[in-house]
T-cell receptor, first 115, second 108 residues
Framework: GAVVSQHPSRVICKSGTSVKIECRSLDFQATTMFWYRQFPKKSLMLMATSNEGSKATYEQGVEKDKFLINHASLTLSTLTVTSAHPEDSSFYIC???????????FGPGTRLTVT | QKEVEQNSGPLSVPEGAIASLNCTYSDRGSQSFFWYRQYSGKSPELIMFIYSNGDKEDGRFTAQLNKASQYVSLLIRDSQPSDSATYLCAVDTGKLIFGQGTTLQVKP
């Protein structure tokens, strides 16, 4: 099956710093990638939809200036959490799909802890 | 009203029993429905998808869809302790919208 990787798997950073998370589709080209955030014992909340070569579409309540998304190629999307604060500590998960209506393949997630 | 609703549980069943997980959704135009399993600290993994009304079976899993009533269910037959996890219902509205998940506990 299709494989999506994320890097890093875990990251700890200090409050006020920025953190970049990479999402890669390893064996297919992903027209669209999605970024989710999941707090403990909560469900996945979609943050933004990223299409290759265009600006990301953010969900209501998600600050686009704080969560910078770049989808520079068909196999790579990055999420940068700028000026991170402890409340940004969460499990960030990306997913990718080839095209509309296709199955989404999930990455293994990145655990972010902001101290 | 939430777009996708699930009972958070926990749902506890004995080993070997049938576990029944339910999900309702609000968008009548939704066409694709998914069940994911998520273990603690891991990302979701797809169990089944269903597009048409009726039942779809895959091994011990059966997904049921009733578009008129706007609900989707997942039956797990011969439940095993390894099935203990959180089960997420998701509806594709152009993007996947997840329910809050139902925690299933299968007791040996």
């Amino acid at each position: 099956g299709a494989v999506v990787s994320q890097h890093p798997s875990r990251v700890i950073c200090k409050s006020g710093t920025s953190v970049k998370i990479e999402c890669r589709s390893l064996d297919f080209q992903a027209t669209t990638m999605f970024w989710y955030r999941q707090f403990p014992k909560k469900s996945l909340m979609l943050m933004a939809t990223s299409n290759e070569g265009s600006k990301a579409t953010y969900e209501q309540g998600v600050e686009k200036d704080k969560f910078l998304i770049n989808h520079a190629s068909l196999t790579l999307s990055t999420l940068t959490v700028t000026s991170a604060h402890p409340e940004d500590s969460s499990f960030y998960i990306c997913s990718a799909r080839v095209g509309a209506g296709d199955e989404q393949y999930f990455g293994p997630g990145t655990r972010l802890t902001v101290t | 009203q939430k777009e996708v609703e699930q009972n958070s549980g926990p749902l506890s069943v004995p080993e070997g029993a049938i576990a029944s997980l339910n999900c309702t959704y609000s968008d009548r135009g939704s066409q694709s429905f998914f069940w994911y399993r998520q273990y603690s600290g891991k990302s979701p993994e797809l169990i089944m998808f269903i597009y048409s009304n009726g039942d779809k079976e895959d091994g011990r899993f059966t997904a049921q869809l009733n578009k008129a009533s706007q609900y989707v269910s997942l039956l797990i037959r011969d439940s095993q302790p390894s099935d203990s996890a959180t089960y997420l219902c998701a509806v594709d509205t152009g993007k996947l919208i997840f329910g809050q998940g139902t925690t299933l506990q299968v007791k040996p």
